[in-house]
DNA sequence: ATGTCCCAACTTTTGGGA
């Protein structure tokens, strides 16, 4: 089984992109998040002509997320508390799987930043109470770097969102749920950045981070078989400025 | 670090968000 997970910034500005990678790549499920589309504009037909049913949640000008799927497609559950398209969550194949768009914070004294805490918290609590008999995925663009590796300079980003001691917290009472970091799981010392700002050269020049994160029920650890960013995708024309990331499973 | 991209709209330029 293959999971992927991709911030795609506008499917309406990727949507040959992504095509284009699904076909090369074949994932068997693909979490996305920013798809900025109403649900009446998702594009069922052109995933369904490649084998894949989607389930999108979505609010027009910002945010969106969902789950496409060759391996079936369940159980659709949609957003949390706070009325944004920033949660969707599917069986497919066995896996309960979730695509995230956590609230990007903005600034520490920023109201959005608090925002971005509750919403972490009500994601945790939300899955402190899955249905332990079913594997879970829960994967997007969290808008926070786990740890120092994660960043290209941390002095830089010193007193800045993405970085701070409550929302690496938050993660960590998330993974306290009984989830791994399957990049992690296989890769703990390599930094493996899946975003780049589109300003200042910042690919070119390495400045990115690992924002965007798998995470997999504990127990499926030992079953991870491969977990990588693919950094090509994040080359050429009209590029999301996030990389896909991959996870292959043996289940 | 900020040399960009994407969206909407009182739309051909600006403002908001990332």
Redesign the pocket.
């Known amino acids: 089984m293959r999971v992927a997970t991709w911030n795609v ?2 499917l ?2 990727r949507l040959g992109r992504v095509l284009e990678w699904l076909e090369a790549n074949g994932p068997d499920v693909a979490l996305l998040q920013e798809t ?1 589309l109403r649900d009446e504009a998702f594009p069922t037909e052109a995933f369904a002509a490649l084998g894949y049913a989607s389930a999108h949640v979505g609010q ?3 945010n969106g997320v969902a789950v496409v799927s060759r391996v079936g497609l369940a159980e659709v559950e949609r957003g949390l508390s706070d009325g944004e398209a920033r949660l969707v969550g599917a069986t497919c194949g066995g896996l309960r799987a979730y695509s995230c768009y956590v ?2 914070g ?1 600034a520490l004294d920023d109201p ?1 930043y608090a925002y971005k805490l509750r919403w972490l918290d009500e994601l945790t609590a939300r899955l402190a109470a899955r249905d332990r008999s079913v594997p879970v995925v829960v994967a997007g663009d969290f808008n926070v770097a786990p740890a120092d590796l994660d960043v290209w300079d941390p002095a ?1 980003l010193e007193g800045m969102t993405h970085v701070s001691g409550p929302e690496r917290a938050a993660l960590d009472g998330l993974v306290a749920t009984g989830l791994v970091d399957a990049v992690r799981a296989l890769h703990p010392d390599e930094p493996c950045f899946t975003w780049w ?6 690919f070119h020049r390495g ?1 990115g981070m690992r924002i965007d994160l798998v995470y997999l029920d504990a127990d499926l650890a030992p079953r991870v078989r491969a977990a990588y960013v693919d950094r090509d995708a994040r080359k050429g024309p ?1 590029p999301s400025d996030h990389a896909p990331v991959v996870v292959d499973l043996d289940l």
């Open positions: 910034n506008s309406n500005a900025k027009g000008q910002w609230p990007n903005r959005h830089a700002d589109y300003r200042g050269g910042a400045w009209k």
